[in-house]
């Protein structure tokens, strides 16, 4: 697939250490400064904690991008993993960092959506690629569904959210629809909510009216709401306790150095945020139940990604 070259902003990019762009599928997008004290250790757990290298990525193409300061595609997977068990992508957003313009776009895939799984063969629900062959084999089913490629990828354990959020003292949310769960209350309007909160918030499904749909636009909020505290972190005394969760539940194929390129080049993005729910028909194959999306449906989200920021 072609690539456009675009000049690069001659706008302010201000010191790197003062941002840290932490891009964590479902909530590794924390842009936070962090001080040259702790650059050792930071340094350290990406590259030997985080880091997952992939064969399904161009990191030669994705790094001419960065240079170039273009749009990038990062894959965001949630996975709930079990014991001896590699788990479900039960959360897949394609997330568009459009540094030009300042601003991000999420894009949510319903984890039960059919696709043809790529590297395996068969047809069923796309969730189901990172449990039959990891993170490779689903950054190619999205790559492959949507015509698309994909830049970075980062995969977080679902119970390391609760985690996170506490790491950054919590998020605020704004609620549209009131509902509990997990014995939790949820009040529509703003929430400030803790780990266990926040966890209990975007699992929620079935007595959402909106089923997946409804839980994908919490997911969505909780990773907003994760860069908006991200970006006023008191980071001396915070940034080692979200290192420490980031190394426990993250996987990237992000090195420090990456990171410390988008952190320089692509902060802005945060400014703007525009999201998305693919949609699609219901239907039910060999007792499955499957979302099947149009071509149109297809089509539209492919242009979405590929001219976000044209």
Do not use: C
């Amino acid at each position: 697939m072609g690539r456009k070259e675009k000049k690069k902003s001659k706008r302010s990019k201000g010191r790197w250490w003062k941002t840290l762009l932490l891009i964590i599928g479902l909530v590794l997008v924390t842009f936070a400064g962090f001080t040259l004290y702790l650059l050792n250790d930071v340094r350290s757990t990406v590259n030997n904690d985080l880091h997952e290298n992939l064969e399904s990525i161009d990191t030669a193409v994705t790094k001419k991008k960065v240079k170039n300061e273009e749009p990038l595609n990062i894959l965001l997977l949630g996975v709930d993993e079990r014991e001896n068990d590699r788990g479900r992508s039960d959360t897949m957003i394609v997330l568009t960092l459009d540094p030009e313009n300042e601003k991000m776009q999420m894009v949510s895939i319903p984890r039960d959506t059919e696709a043809e799984i790529i590297g395996d063969g068969r047809v069923t629900r796309m969730n189901h690629a990172y449990a039959y062959g990891g993170s490779n084999m689903v950054v190619n089913t999205v790559e492959n569904f949507l015509d698309i490629e994909i830049d970075y990828f980062t995969r977080v354990n679902m119970k390391g959210l609760s985690q996170l959020v506490d790491a950054v003292n919590g998020i605020i949310v704004q609620n549209t629809r009131s509902f509990q769960y997990d014995g939790y209350q949820f009040p529509k309007g703003q929430l400030e909510l803790s780990g266990d909160e926040a966890l209990a918030y975007v699992r929620m499904r079935k007595e959402d009216p909106q089923g997946d749909m409804g839980r994908n636009d919490r997911q969505r909020q909780v990773i907003q709401g994760v860069i908006n505290r991200g970006g006023s972190l008191d980071i001396v005394n915070q940034m080692g306790n979200v290192m420490e969760v980031l190394g426990e539940n993250v996987s990237t194929n992000m090195n420090f150095q990456d990171m410390r390129k988008l952190a320089t080049k692509y902060n802005g993005a945060r400014k703007e945020t525009q999201t998305y729910q693919m949609s699609g028909s219901s239907k039910t194959s060999s007792g499955m139940y499957l979302i099947e999306m149009s071509e149109e449906e297809i089509q539209k989200t492919h242009n979405m990604i590929e001219n976000f920021g044209s």
